[in-house]
């Protein structure tokens, strides 16, 4: 037996977040007749609902709507109310604030994919905004509409859907500023086909964008004024509540083990005490309000889900004893990503509050006190 005998075709990774929820959005569908906007699958109050969840009694008494979005309910209903006015939406912040589960989860709720999508790089060009040819078609006919290769973009305007531009401000200005266009007229010109009824397309009712960007990141460039002007931006910042970002991390990486095929071992003060190195530094500033010097790297929710992923892995297939005995080897790792100097003050936080919490008599931290040398 081949390996590619051996997998199941069908098999993936990752649902997108339209079939990964497709029940919940199916029933808000169903259950909320109120208005909606031109070419919406929801009705506003229900798309707020589907990302923030319904509380803790089911609607109608028939289905408990989970929260998919750690974060205020105001900013997702900004977001929403940006959408409806069919204007751009830019998701700004450091990364791993879950800006583009954000995004995605919009799309899906707003047109019922988030398939429509741009990753932006240094390397994208015009044609992902607007479109390409086929050039064995263009050579063997002509300019002609069966020759022409929609972007992303473009089959969201002709079907009056929501496009996602990842890493908007990777791209170069002058690939950035074709948007400026798409987004003020609403329409897409085809010199190549002028003089005919496909030399302009217009975009259906519903059509929008949602971007994101990271602008702390090396090689981003800067967003012209007249690109800035069509977007609304929205500030996605970290979790504010701590057992709110614990018991993400803690699904998110049960989420990740059970795709590995093994259930996650990994206890609750373990990962208590992940999360909340990971807020400190982030913050510079402890939970008992000593000062931390704050690393370069980001010290975001998305890199404390990796590690309690990598620590429930290493559980689950290379048990060696205790899993505290991986933290200080697994942080050192997300530290380094940027400036060597982050090392030592990494070495510095435990130096200061780990040493400082071990000496107030914490069993946990006391342990990982001990760990020091193992980040050396």
């Not at 994919?113 to 607007?130: H, M």
Request: overall charge negative; hydrophobic content about 45%.
């Amino acid at each position: 037996m081949t390996l590619t005998e051996d997998r199941a075709p069908s098999a993936r990774q990752v649902l997108p977040a339209e079939e990964r929820h497709a029940a919940e959005l199916a029933f808000l569908a169903a259950h909320d007749s109120g208005p909606r906007p031109p070419g919406w699958a929801l009705t506003p109050r229900a798309v707020v609902t589907f990302i923030c969840g319904s509380g803790d009694e089911p609607l109608d008494g028939r289905m408990k709507i989970a929260p998919k979005f750690v974060g205020e309910r105001a900013l997702v209903e900004r977001c929403v109310v940006t959408l409806a006015g069919e204007r751009g939406l830019l998701l700004v912040g450091e990364p791993g604030t879950a800006k583009s589960m954000l995004s995605e989860l919009l799309a899906a709720a707003v047109c019922g994919t988030s398939a429509l999508t741009v990753q932006g790089t240094a390397g994208t060009t015009e044609d992902a905004f607007r479109y390409g040819w086929n050039y064995a078609l263009l050579l063997a006919q002509g300019p002609s509409r069966t020759a022409l290769v929609d972007s992303p973009v473009l089959t969201a305007m002709r079907s009056g859907r929501v496009a996602r531009v990842e890493e908007i401000t990777r791209c170069l200005p002058e690939v950035q500023d074709a948007l400026v266009s798409i987004l003020s007229d609403r329409r897409v010109s085809v010199p190549e086909l002028a003089g005919s009824e496909d030399g302009q397309v217009p975009a259906a009712p519903g059509f929008t964008v949602i971007a994101t960007a990271n602008l702390r990141d090396r090689g981003v460039s800067e967003m012209s004024a007249a690109l800035k002007r069509r977007f609304n931006f929205e500030t996605v910042g970290p979790i504010s509540d701590a057992d709110a970002e614990v018991s993400l991390v803690r699904r998110q990486a049960t989420a990740v083990v059970e795709r590995a095929g093994a259930s996650f071992g990994v206890d609750d003060a373990v990962l208590d005490a992940l999360v909340t190195v990971f807020r400190d530094l982030r913050s510079g500033r402890s939970a008992e309000g000593w000062d931390v010097e704050r690393p370069g790297t980001v010290m975001s929710t998305a890199e404390a889900v990796q590690v309690a992923a990598s620590l429930g892995v290493a559980v689950a297939y290379l048990p060696t004893g205790d899993v505290l005995d991986l933290v200080p080897g697994h942080l050192l790792g997300v530290v380094r990503k940027d400036d060597p100097a982050d090392h030592g003050r990494l070495l510095g936080y435990w130096d200061g509050p780990v040493r400082r919490r071990a000496e107030d008599g914490s069993a946990m931290w006391r342990r990982l006190w001990d760990l020091r040398e193992n980040l050396r």
